[in-house]
Each structure stands twice: as structure tokens, then as C-alpha cells.
């Protein structure tokens, strides 16, 4: 069983920063590939990056340059560094650990004022 708890979130100006954490329990967290995805109110849920057990990346067009995904598999931590936010930013933000059966986290709200 896995569970996976995201924090970090929080209300922010435009061109701010935030670092979300997402703490996961159980013992294939090495060995699994991360994502985190967001949803805004009334938008489907989106990938914004992810990151494989090896350390490859992957982002969003709309989030290059401006987030960075890492992990920490000594702690069982994946992060997502949030710079030079946007109002367009705003939403719930969920990590997943992609494996035989996905899990989520309960997510986090990341708020950006104009």
C-alpha cells in the first residue's frame, strides 16, 4: 500500500515562488516514476512534469523554464520547484507514482495573485 502526501501550497503573488514536497510511503518509490499533475476549476487534470526512477525529466510547455521536478529517494520525496508564477498557475496540485496500479495524493492548492 502506498500513500503519498503533497505540501507546500499556498497563496502567492504573480512572479513568486512555491516548492511543493509529496512524501511517500511503501518501498517501490525508487523504483517507480513521479508526476505531478494539476486541475483548475472546471479544466481537466493536466501532467505539468514528471520524473523517472532513473532522474529523466519531463515538463510542460507551459511550465519550462520555470519548474523544476527532483527527487529524494533516500527520503521518498519527489518536489517541484515553482518559480516566476503565473494567475494561470492557479489550481489543485496532485503528485502520482505511476506503477502496476497509479497512485495520488490528496493534493495541494496553489493560488497565484495578479
Known amino acids: 500500500q502506498v500513500q503519498l502526501v503533497e505540501s507546500g501550497g499556498g497563496l502567492v503573488q504573480a512572479g513568486g515562488s512555491l516548492r511543493l514536497s509529496c512524501a511517500a510511503s511503501g518501498s517501490i518509490f525508487s523504483i517507480s516514476a513521479m508526476g505531478w499533475y494539476r486541475q483548475a476549476p472546471g479544466k481537466q487534470r493536466e501532467l505539468v512534469a514528471s520524473i523517472t526512477s532513473r532522474g529523466s525529466t519531463y515538463y510542460a510547455d507551459s511550465v519550462k523554464g520555470r519548474f523544476t521536478i527532483s527527487r529524494d529517494n533516500a527520503k521518498n520525496t519527489v518536489s517541484l520547484q515553482m518559480n516566476s508564477l503565473k494567475p494561470e498557475d492557479t489550481a489543485v496540485y496532485y503528485c502520482?507514482?505511476?506503477?502496476?496500479?497509479?497512485?495520488w495524493g490528496q493534493g495541494t492548492q496553489v493560488t497565484v495573485s495578479s
Open positions: 502520482k507514482l505511476y506503477g502496476k496500479r497509479d497512485y
